[in-house]
């Protein structure tokens, strides 16, 4: 028999809390990290390529790739980095939110930590300026903690790098640029995570919530099913993740430059007019495509996997 919820709104004195220990939103955001990093890494693959020069198409990356002799191969090229990367960001990322959001959750009901089982979600239900606020926080965190992996992740996408391994290109990044080095482009990715992480928690929420209210008001039972409460969540962080994805790919443009030409590109604003002035603004919007079809597919089954899980810990 499927699990249901009730899809009608409580009132926070009355809302049953869900207790789930940090250590579990960990295992949760690490799991829907790693299976997301490695389905999706072609997707990650190709975007670096297009981003790392303002010459290359689409179809001129994976062509160079079926000229490689192992095509399916090269396409996964930097799982282990991404991997890691993913699966410890998206870790670090929903614990850190998660804390931010029971802190603010206990502020806003003034000191009673209310969390709603409206709707399709097991989560606290915050203001639409606490969702942009953690969203943004969290992120920020998280890709600050990652950053060293983020930049060799880019480096093992790219065709300009042949290291043989991660340690061997962390080895060559320390000899050749120092510790800093592995915060190359830190601002650019600051730039576009935070706003990006802010925002898509705002849309989020906001079109889980209208959907969620749909199906309530549509069901005169007002009871919702796990898979339709999954289906909801999935479709929600589609539309969030696609929408905010127009809105930071200069950022990511500027970031990947950045990351794999430090030399060439010293910081944001002299990347951003280098880029500007010798490959016009559409370089800006490099990979867009396949951004947007990564991050929404991304975005969709990290926070799908990771709202699954929590309802499931949060019932056991």
């Given amino acids: 028999m499927a699990t249901v919820m009730s899809t009608q709104p409580i009132a926070p004195q009355s809302a049953q809390p869900v207790n789930v220990k940090s250590s579990r939103h960990f295992l949760s955001g690490l799991g829907s990290g790693v299976a997301t990093a490695a389905l999706l890494q072609p997707l990650d693959l190709l975007k670096t390529r297009v981003q790392q020069s303002g010459r290359t198409s689409i179809y001129e990356a994976w062509t160079h790739l079926r000229q490689s002799g192992h095509p399916v191969k090269s396409l996964w090229r930097g799982t282990l980095p991404s991997t890691l990367r993913t699966g410890f960001g998206s870790a670090i ?188 603004f559409r370089s800006l919007w490099n990979g867009l495509g396949i951004r947007m079809g990564r991050k929404a597919l991304s975005s969709a089954l990290a926070w799908t996997v990771y709202e699954e899980l929590i309802r499931r810990y949060g019932r056991s």
């Fill in 93 to 280: 990322y929903f614990t850190t939110l998660n804390s931010i959001r029971q802190h603010m959750a206990k502020l806003q009901a003034g000191g009673n930590a209310a969390q709603s089982r409206s709707a399709s979600t097991a989560l606290p239900t915050l203001s639409p300026t606490a969702n942009l606020i953690s969203g943004a926080a969290a992120r920020t965190f998280a890709g600050f903690v990652l950053m060293p992996l983020t930049v060799i992740k880019v480096r093992f996408e790219s065709s300009m790098y042949s290291y043989p391994s991660l340690v061997a290109a962390a080895r060559d990044i320390l000899r050749v640029e120092g510790a800093r080095g592995f915060f190359a482009g830190f601002g650019a990715t600051a730039i576009r995570d935070a706003p990006y992480a802010g925002t898509y928690v705002l849309f989020y929420e906001l079109v889980k919530t209208r959907l969620g209210h749909w199906v309530a008001s549509s069901d005169s039972k007002g009871l919702m099913g796990t898979s339709v409460a999954s289906t909801i969540n999935f479709s929600s962080a589609i539309v969030a993740g696609a929408g905010c994805s127009v809105v930071s790919n200069p950022f990511d443009a500027v970031k990947t430059r950045i990351q794999l030409q430090p030399n060439k590109y010293k910081n944001i604003w002299q990347a951003w007019y280098k880029m500007i002035s010798e490959e016009g």
